[in-house]
């Protein structure tokens, strides 16, 4: 089976969106391209910053997900920064009991439970 390992987003500012990254999710930097991109990892999956150019493209990710060892910790973390959340999941989305928002808007999910359950058990 292929597995997804890398995840780029558009962003305004890549250096800020980093640190939000870095911060709330102990994600680490793997390189740096000035303020046009930065790229970290959480030893799994690396995730792209890349600085708006412009092409014609917005921004068309609708939303990825984290596992979390500890909610309530990452929940801590997200309230020092002025973004939407985290808030609880309607009922029928089985996969993750969170939403939250980074600093410019996109949305991400959080789960202790984890993505592989079977939402018919």
């Known amino acids: ?4 390992k890398h995840i780029a987003i558009i962003c305004m500012d890549p ?5 939000f990254y870095c911060t ?5 930097v793997i390189e740096r391209k000035g303020d046009k991109a930065v790229f970290l990892t959480d030893g799994y999956l690396n995730l792209a910053l890349l600085s708006q150019k412009a092409e014609g493209k917005p921004n068309g990710l609708n939303h990825f997900g984290f596992h979390v060892e500890n909610m309530e910790d990452v929940s ?3 309230k020092k920064w002025k973004v939407v959340g ?3 999941r309607p009922a029928d989305r089985t996969y993750a009991e969170l939403r939250a928002t980074d600093p410019e808007g996109n949305n991400f999910d959080l ?3 984890g993505y592989q359950r ?3 058990k």
Do not use: G
Request: hydrophobic share 35%; proline share 8%.
């Open 111 to 113: 789960t202790e439970q």
């Open 86 to 88: 985290p808030e609880q």
């Open 1 to 4: 089976m292929s597995k997804i």
């Open 76 to 78: 801590a973390r997200l």
């Open 24 to 28: 709330v999710f102990d994600m680490k």
């Open 15 to 19: 250096p800020r969106m980093a640190e």
């Open 118 to 120: 079977n939402k018919n």
